[in-house]
Structures are given as structure tokens and as C-alpha cells.
């Protein structure tokens, strides 16, 4: 069946990176965009940026410009996401969340999540 | 950036009764709307998407109706397995795709 199985929970002091991998199965991986979305503890759904796995290509939002880096291994066909200058208020759960066929030009829901790690920073 | 709002921020209904949630864009979105449903400890699952199309799986008591800024999802016949938070989400106008804070669905 189509799904995404994403790396476990870490622990990151203030200043550290993280990187949560998402690894994808049931379906062909470059056929359709990759999302990360992340949910701080109680609160709601903020979307980070996505990449086309197929051409490596980006899209950030932009309270995550110039910290976040999503690259993907097609060989194993799994996603990356890295966050960088940890703080305090990144602490949440993180998903990748499988976008539309990449002829959408990435204007589709996210029908597959995988399901989510938690990522603590903390001193 | 589109901004999303949903109302109520919670919402009690009696098993068997009807639930409407509703979601407001704060411009256009066409048709590209979609709902999710999030249950504790679990990641988003996908409802609706293009404003009334269930996804697979989804049972028929959910549907979503609207469109350009108004929105609804609707389900017919409340079960106790729908207690959840519902998510709207526009992905209309990126980026960035933006979803609503949330309503709380809860059992009267």
C-alpha cells in the first residue's frame, strides 16, 4: 500500500540541525511532489516547503528561507527535510505529506502523510 | 498570503446529528479547497479535496460544499469515531498553502 514512514523522534539543543527523512512506498516517488508540513504541540498545521523529487527542484516558505534544505535520494526513494539554528519554538511534530502528480504543478491536496516525528529542542 | 479562518472553534453535537464546520478564505481560492481530519496522536488524513470530492475511503455522511471564499464540510450523521479536529486548507495561491486554525469536533 501507499506509504510514508518517516524517521523517529529527536532531541536538539538550541543552535543545532535536524534532518527527518520520509521514505516513500506503493508508488513511484518522482511522479509527485513532496510536502513538509510541521504542528508545534496543541496548536495547528504550518506549511514548510516542498520539493519535486524528480528534478530536486524547491519551494520554501518563507519563514523557513534560508534554514530549511529538502532533498530527496531517488535511489531509495526517500525525502529529506533539514532545519538548521534550532530554537526553542521549532519544537513540534513534523510530517511529510505526499502532494499532487508533478503535471499539477503542485496545486493538489496532500493525499498520503506519513506519520510524523517529534522533535524536541531543548538546552 | 491567504489567510484561512474556520468557525466554530469548537463544535458539540449529539451522536446521529448533523456537523457543519465552515472555513473562510480571506480571498478566492476557486474550487481548491480541501478538508483533512486529525485525530489525537495521529497525522492529518485527507477528507475532501477540490472542495466536495471525498477522498478514497472516506464515507459518504462527509461532504464539502462551496466556493471562490465560503466553505463547508458537512457530516450528515455524527459518529463517535469523528471526534477529531478538521482542518481546512486552500492550495490555490502558493506559496504558501495555508490552512485554518482547527475545530474541535466533540460529542455532546
Known amino acids: 500500500q501507499v506509504q510514508l514512514v518517516q524517521s523517529g523522534a529527536e532531541v536538539k539543543k538550541p543552535g543545532a540541525s535536524m534532518k527527518v527523512s520520509c521514505e516513500a512506498s506503493?508508488?513511484?516517488?518522482?511522479?509527485?511532489?513532496m510536502h513538509w508540513v510541521r504542528q508545534a504541540p496543541g496548536q495547528g498545521l504550518e506549511w514548510m516547503g516542498w520539493i519535486n523529487p524528480n528534478s530536486g527542484v524547491t519551494n520554501y516558505a518563507q519563514n523557513f528561507q534560508g534554514r530549511v534544505t529538502m532533498t530527496r535520494d531517488t535511489s531509495i526513494a526517500t525525502a529529506y527535510m533539514e532545519l538548521s539554528n534550532l530554537r526553542s519554538d521549532d519544537t513540534a511534530v513534523y510530517y511529510c505529506?505526499?502532494?499532487?502528480?508533478?503535471?499539477?504543478?503542485?496545486?493538489?491536496?496532500?493525499?498520503?502523510w506519513g506519520q510524523g516525528t517529534m522533535v524536541t529542542v531543548s538546552s | 498570503e491567504i489567510v484561512m479562518t474556520q468557525s466554530p472553534a469548537t463544535l458539540s453535537v449529539s451522536p446521529g446529528e448533523r456537523a457543519t464546520l465552515s472555513c473562510r478564505a480571506s480571498q478566492s481560492v476557486s474550487s481548491n479547497l480541501a478538508w483533512y481530519q486529525q485525530k489525537p496522536g495521529q497525522a492529518p488524513r485527507l477528507l475532501i479535496y477540490g472542495t466536495s470530492t471525498r477522498a478514497t475511503g472516506i464515507p459518504a455522511r462527509f461532504s464539502g460544499s462551496g466556493s471562490g471564499t465560503e466553505f463547508t464540510l458537512t457530516i450528515s450523521s455524527l459518529q463517535s469515531e469523528d471526534i477529531a479536529v478538521y482542518y481546512c486548507?486552500?492550495?490555490?495561491?502558493?506559496?504558501?498553502?495555508?490552512f485554518g486554525q482547527g475545530t474541535r469536533l466533540e460529542i455532546k
Open positions: 506503493g508508488y513511484t516517488f518522482t511522479a509527485y511532489y
Open positions: 486548507q486552500q492550495y490555490n495561491n502558493w506559496p504558501p498553502y495555508t
Open positions: 505529506a505526499r502532494g499532487p502528480p508533478l503535471s499539477r504543478v503542485a496545486r493538489g491536496a496532500f493525499d498520503i
